[in-house]
């Protein structure tokens, strides 16, 4: 009785704090998609057409190794994530350039490592990470698509 005692009122301020389903705001009920392998019309994706969704344009000269990148990913706010990895044999300074010149990111470059960010023609949020890792540079490139 006494350990009943003792608790119940700590269950009945828990109790009290936790949101009824009903209180919930959208973003904390909305289902967060899995990631897919198909793009947002079902289409299979293709190097050329995720960076066409990402919206920047491919590294010239670069591969983009198959399972790597990631299909696009509703995320709760309703933007979209996308994710593109490609390979070149370039060193991380020139593909910073490349990408500076094209979309006018911000770019910063030490050593073997390097970001570049900024917003794309289209609005998406880029952020690009650039690593070297013996004779080849990582050119990861996460964009967000702000809800429509």
Do not use: H, W
Not at 118 to 135: A, F, M
């Amino acid at each position: 009785m006494r350990v009943l005692l003792t608790f119940l009122p700590l269950m009945l301020i828990l109790a009290a704090c936790t949101k009824p389903e009903s209180a919930k705001t959208e973003a904390e009920t909305m289902p967060v998609s899995k990631p897919t392998t198909a793009g947002p019309q079902g289409e299979a994706l293709s190097p050329e057409r995720l960076a066409e969704l990402v919206d920047i344009p491919l590294y010239p000269g670069a591969s983009a190794p198959s399972g790597k990148s990631k299909a696009p990913l509703k995320d709760a706010s309703g933007g979209t994530r996308y994710e593109l990895i490609q390979v070149t044999a370039d060193p991380v300074a020139k593909v910073a350039a490349f990408y500076k010149e094209k979309l006018a990111l911000d770019t910063l470059v030490s050593g073997n490592s390097g970001t570049a960010m900024g917003k794309s023609p289209k609005g998406n949020y880029l952020i690009l990470t650039l690593s070297r890792t013996g004779d080849e540079t990582t050119i990861k490139a996460n964009a967000i698509a702000p809800p429509k």
